[in-house]
């Protein structure tokens, strides 16, 4: 089993940054099955869609309308994932989760930090 916390969420105004954190514990064995892990957000009425995802080997791939604005990075040593959000928008409004998935196709979620962008 992974668990994944997210942390660094909050209150930010138009074209502000934050930084989101998801470290993940568990097993030293659950912890190496994981070959990818990314970033998902929620907005109101809206279905879950993918933000970030890097690969253990360093592969990332962002959505369009991120693009330019948001980086996604890891620290294997600290078994940390970020999302590094700049020049924030009211659209980036959302609950945005930290996901994990292993090499035998499961995945994990965290249980969701707020991120509101408002003046």
């Known amino acids: 089993q992974v668990q994944l916390v997210e942390s660094g969420g909050g209150l930010v105004q138009p074209g502000g940054s934050l930084r989101l954190s998801c470290a993940a514990s568990?097993?030293?064995?659950?912890?190496?099955?994981?070959?990818?892990m990314g970033w998902y957000r929620q907005a109101p009425g809206k279905q879950r869609e993918s933000v970030a995802v890097i690969t253990r080997g360093g592969t990332t791939n962002y959505a369009d309308s991120v693009k330019g604005r948001f980086t996604i990075s890891g620290d294997n040593a600290k078994n940390t994932v970020y999302l590094q959000m700049n020049s924030l928008k009211p659209e980036d409004t959302a609950v945005y989760y930290c996901?994990?998935?292993?090499?035998?196709?499961?995945?994990?979620w965290g249980q969701g930090i707020q991120v509101t962008v408002s003046s």
């Open positions: 568990g097993s030293i064995f659950s912890i190496l099955s994981i070959n990818t």
């Open positions: 996901n994990a998935i292993n090499t035998g196709g499961s995945d994990y």
